[in-house]
């Protein structure tokens, strides 16, 4: 079973090196998700990858010139990942609906996007703030919230791009 295990990981390698070579970044989930985004949505993403806060501006549409933190979660569990950036206009979130818990064991969390959701920042603070959620990795948002970022599948959000 090693034996397969290794020849797999070469296969992803190959993979991974031609998915970076096509979108001159590193291959993360995180640096696909900007690129994935940028291609679909007409954002330009910033010269360095490490920006603080904001991954690039949105170039056309009626949110042209704001920015935007994109992520990209391989499963969706109600929270994300915020940030203190007071710079930041928008998080741009791709992911799958909410999955049932369940065990882990032996699962996978595809690569795939069936959902995408356009986040104020600063709305989004504000209201955390009111519910005392902290901002950081893992920060609580409720269904309430998602359902009104939505932008794809369905069409909730009149910010859509």
């Not at 989930?29 to 949105?58: N, P, T």
């Not at 969706?76 to 915020?82: A, E, I, P, V």
């Not at 950036?85 to 595809?110: I, K, Q």
Request: a positive charge.
């Amino acid at each position: 079973m090693l034996a397969r295990a290794a020849a797999l990981l070469h296969e992803r390698n190959a993979i991974d090196a031609e998915l970076a070579r096509l979108m001159q970044r590193p291959m993360t989930s995180g640096h696909l998700g900007e690129w994935i985004a940028a291609q679909i949505f007409d954002i330009e993403l910033e010269a360095s990858a490490v920006a603080k806060g904001i991954d690039g501006r949105f170039r056309s549409g009626p949110l042209r010139g704001r920015t935007v933190n994109i992520k990209w979660y391989l499963k969706r569990q109600g929270m994300m990942d915020t940030t203190e950036s007071t710079d930041l206009d928008y998080y741009l979130v791709l992911t799958r609906p909410p999955a049932a818990a369940a065990s882990s064991r032996g699962s996978t969390r595809p690569w795939c996007i069936e959902a995408v959701f356009l986040f104020d920042a600063r709305q989004l603070r504000s209201e955390q703030i009111t519910r005392g959620v902290k901002q950081g990795v893992a920060s609580s948002v409720i269904k309430q919230q998602w359902a009104a970022a939505e932008i794809y599948s369905s069409a909730a959000n009149p910010r859509r791009p």
